[in-house]
């Protein structure tokens, strides 16, 4: 079993940036493909991004592209998502995922992730 933690939401004025984390705890770190989904209410779980094992290939939803960047360190067990220029539809709760498989095909879907953190709240303001 994997256990994830992210952390790191909070209130931030539109044009601003932040940075989210995803501790995990379970082994190998390195063997996991990890993402990043958000949702807010009344709306399906939407994809943000993705990230291979190693770090050597990202992906991202049209949305946030060009502002966020998905990064991981595997010494230090944490992947991270910074947020640049805010945006208030970018006001979600953010959730940490992985699988403990090689990087999926179809990385945007939530279906191809097992384990997940409990939700980080991230709130805009304008």
């Known amino acids: 079993q994997v256990q994830l ?3 790191g939401g909070k209130l931030v004025q539109a044009g601003g940036s932040l940075r989210l984390s995803c501790t995990a705890f379970g082994r190998p770190f390195s063997s996991l493909a990890m993402a990043w989904f958000r949702q807010t209410p009344g709306k399906e779980r939407e ?6 094992p190693s770090g050597t ?5 049209d949305p946030v592209k060009g502002r966020f960047t998905i990064s991981r360190d595997n010494a230090k067990v944490t992947m991270y998502l ?3 220029v805010l945006k208030p539809e970018d ?11 090689s990087y999926a095909a179809r990385y945007d879907r939530e279906t ?3 384990y997940w953190g409990q939700g980080t709240q991230v709130t805009i303001s304008s």
């Open 82 to 84: 910074q947020i640049n």
């Open 47 to 52: 994809f943000v991004a993705a990230i291979s």
């Open 5 to 7: 933690v992210d952390t």
């Open 112 to 114: 191809e992730y097992k």
């Open 57 to 61: 290939i990202a992906n991202y939803a």
């Open 91 to 101: 006001t979600a709760v953010y959730y940490c995922a992985a699988r403990d498989r």
